[in-house]
Nanobody, 127 residues
Framework: VQLQASGGGLVQPGGSLRLSCLAS????????IGWFRQAPGQEREVVSC????????YYADSVKGRFAISRDNAKNTVTLRMSSLKPEDTAVYYC?????????????????????WGQGTLVTVSS
């Protein structure tokens, strides 16, 4: 039972990547799903979140206007489209299920009650 993130890689500044989060062993549609990242030597931070059913979303200020989160419950997948990437976006990206909140929003990030972490995917933004 886990969420597996994929799609990372090396990209030049200003480039784009699409990350996928695939659920195995459970129904992704039962949860709000968040994307998180951790850069070397830094604490993990919230990137984005999408609600369980109404499509409402949350974005960290650092990625607003550049990242877009979406979900396809039928495919058990959440996607994070990243554009205008910057070197400071370099990190390992993870997805996780929110066990406490079913809805994210403008000022409503994921809770701290998160589960089903899998191995992350490394995004490196460098020229």
């Amino acid at each position: 039972v886990q969420l597996q993130a994929s799609g990372g890689g090396l990209v030049q500044p200003g480039g784009s990547l699409r990350l996928s989060c695939l659920a195995s062993g459970f129904s992704l549609g039962d949860y709000a799903i968040g994307w998180f990242r951790q850069a070397p030597g830094q604490e993990r931070e919230v990137v984005s979140c999408i609600s369980r059913s109404d499509g409402s979303t949350y974005y960290a200020d650092s990625v607003k206007g550049r990242f877009a989160i979406s979900r396809d419950n039928a495919k058990n997948t959440v996607t994070l489209r990243m554009s205008s990437l910057k070197p400071e976006d370099t990190a390992v990206y993870y997805c996780a299920a929110d066990l406490e909140r079913s809805r994210c929003g403008e000022n409503r990030p994921p809770s701290s009650s998160l589960a089903y972490w899998g191995q992350g995917t490394l995004v490196t933004v460098s020229s």
